[in-house]
């Protein structure tokens, strides 16, 4: 899924942009902001994150609001959050993460791996190498566990009268974006 208002990551003292919502992130729910949010067009979830790599885990750095009246009040939901997840860690996720970075020469992908929070592996690709971590990733994918999860949970989806996803579709999805559907390196 696509970000309008984009999160960002600190990694090695550097801060990128995240294009893609981290899979299974639920902060609303580990946070307790919903009510302080402001959906837009810009941004649907109503915030935008910064997060951290810290010790080696994925920590949550700073929230920022979509409605400045509120901003004020997320202070005290951070250091709540702080002092129930150590650092601020996000233990619960499993994601793949991609950051790009702008060398002069040639860009450079950087794939990190997140496992239960902590930073588990981390791939540096030029671009022709990138896709051809994309293509073994999905190759790779096919028949796992959080495949046919995934095939379950969009064909469910479908209501009787109109079977909007097939498998093929789905599938094709999953292809042409294959680190926004799986969640660990394969």
Same mark, same amino acid.
């Given at each position: 899924?696509?970000?309008?208002?984009?999160?960002?990551?600190?990694?090695?003292?550097?801060? $990128?942009?995240?294009?893609?919502?981290?899979? @299974?992130?639920?902060?609303?729910?580990?946070?307790?902001?919903?009510?302080?949010?402001?959906?837009?067009?810009?941004?649907?979830?109503?915030?935008?994150?910064?997060?951290?790599?810290?010790?080696?885990?994925?920590?949550?750095?700073?929230?920022?609001?979509?409605? @400045?009246?509120?901003?004020?009040?997320?202070?005290?939901?951070?250091?709540?959050?702080?002092?129930?997840?150590?650092?601020?860690?996000?233990?619960?996720?499993?994601?793949? !993460?991609?950051?790009?970075?702008?060398?002069?020469?040639?860009?450079?992908?950087?794939?990190?791996?997140?496992?239960?929070?902590?930073?588990?592996?981390?791939?540096?690709?030029?671009?022709?190498?990138?896709?051809?971590?994309?293509?073994?990733?999905?190759?790779?994918?096919?028949?796992?566990?959080? $495949?046919?999860?995934?095939?379950?949970?969009?064909?469910?989806?479908?209501?009787?009268?109109?079977?909007?996803?097939?498998?093929?579709? !789905?599938?094709?999805?999953?292809?042409?974006?294959?680190?926004? $559907?799986?969640?660990?390196?394969?």
């Amino acid at each position: 899924m696509t970000v309008q208002s984009k999160d960002s990551l600190i990694f090695k003292g550097k801060r $990128y942009s995240i294009n893609a919502n981290l899979s @299974d992130l639920d902060l609303l729910s580990h946070l307790d902001i919903e009510k302080y949010t402001a959906k837009s067009s810009r941004n649907w979830r109503g915030y935008t994150a910064q997060f951290i790599i810290r010790n080696n885990f994925l920590c949550l750095n700073e929230i920022f609001l979509h409605n @400045d009246e509120e901003q004020c009040r997320i202070e005290q939901t951070l250091q709540k959050f702080y002092s129930k997840y150590e650092d601020g860690r996000i233990e619960w996720l499993n994601d793949v !993460v991609i950051l790009n970075e702008d060398d002069k020469n040639e860009p450079i992908r950087i794939i990190l791996e997140i496992s239960n929070g902590l930073l588990s592996q981390v791939l540096f690709c030029n671009e022709e190498e990138f896709e051809e971590l994309e293509k073994r990733q999905f190759k790779n994918f096919i028949g796992s566990d959080e $495949y046919k999860r995934k095939i379950e949970f969009y064909l469910s989806m479908n209501d009787k009268k109109n079977a909007f996803f097939t498998e093929e579709k !789905v599938v094709g999805f999953m292809e042409k974006n294959i680190f926004s $559907y799986s969640t660990k390196l394969y």
